[in-house]
């Protein structure tokens, strides 16, 4: 399928590695095959819905809200056609309302750093080289992205992932340049 | 944000029932919290790593690629163009890459129907009602079509959720007619 990102996992056959896409699978394999569910809130826990749903609402939400945005100008819809406008009403949609929880909770899961945040900092770091996000006004966003980027654990993952990247561009409220291979 | 579907859960405090939206939020909420992780494949499975795969396939992969063609459609971009033609052959490796895994196993998981199937069968059943899929020559899984929706839970279901659509019609090559408000 020429997916991205991969795991391969060499653990329990080193001839014949297990291969596994889907970032949110990759995410759940580590966090509960051996991660001893770190990173994740148990069922019995008081905010266990509200890690699913943010957790799952970057791939199965903010994402595709943001790719159809991306995709209405790779197709030369203008900006001011009424398609474009409904596509960006969206991303506004969705970015305000991701605002709104981190300006309340210091985490998407309340007050616990959880893979919920993992899986949403990319949309607002990474994703940026592929489609303009301007932060003006989310506070909320922009405050968690200082909080999330000065993680060891991301200044490690970012090391190895993502050298050639910025991390001072990535967050800030203008964001990256564009890949120019984009082109905006 | 206005999604659907929403799970309501009153258990915890009648007065002010939890909301959760997020169709895999939702799923893994029941499985985890109230289903004793029923319909789903526990870490030290061998096939953990499948069922998480094709769990999180559903939502993360087909039906964004389906959404794709969709609004490719809607911006009335000719089937003879590039763009659709990109759009609609994405659509067919995905569909075969499914097609592929259900030929050689009963069930996405492997040998046991799992949330994974729950989650992938709605792309091949009712998004059909919103964006045609024509499974002409895609036996492995139109024999699971057949099997999923069978099954005695899928019929209680959809005579709840859906009952004004036919299941005959949902699951047959051709599919069900797209909805009128969106033409084709």
Redesign the interface.
């Known amino acids: ?1 020429g ?1 991205s990102p991969v795991l391969e ?1 060499a653990t329990a056959d080193p001839s014949n590695p ?1 291969m ?6 990759i995410a ?2 580590l966090i ?2 051996y991660g001893n569910g770190r990173l994740a809130l148990p ?1 019995q826990h008081p905010r ?2 509200d890690y ?2 943010w ?3 970057a ?3 903010l994402q ?1 809200t943001v ?2 945005r991306f ?2 100008r790779q ?1 030369g ?1 203008p900006t001011d056609d009424a ?1 474009f406008k409904g596509a960006d009403e969206r991303v506004r ?2 970015v305000g ?1 991701v605002d709104r929880r981190l300006r309340e909770n210091e985490w998407l899961a309340g007050d616990e750093f959880t893979a919920a945040d993992v899986m949403t900092v990319w949309c607002f770091t990474t994703m940026r080289v592929f489609e303009p996000l301007d932060l003006e006004g989310y506070e909320g966003i922009l405050k968690w992205l200082e909080r999330c980027t000065k993680r060891e654990g991301y200044r490690r993952a970012m090391a190895r992932g993502d050298p050639e990247l910025d991390i001072g561009e990535l967050v800030s409220v203008k964001g990256p340049k564009v890949h120019e291979a984009l082109g905006v």
Chains 1, 2 share one sequence.
């Open positions: 399928m997916a996992d297990l596994l896409a889907e970032s949110s699978a759940d394999y509960h095959k069922p266990y819905a699913l749903y957790f799952h609402f791939n199965g939400n595709p790719f159809r995709m209405t197709f819809i398609r949609t969705a309302w």
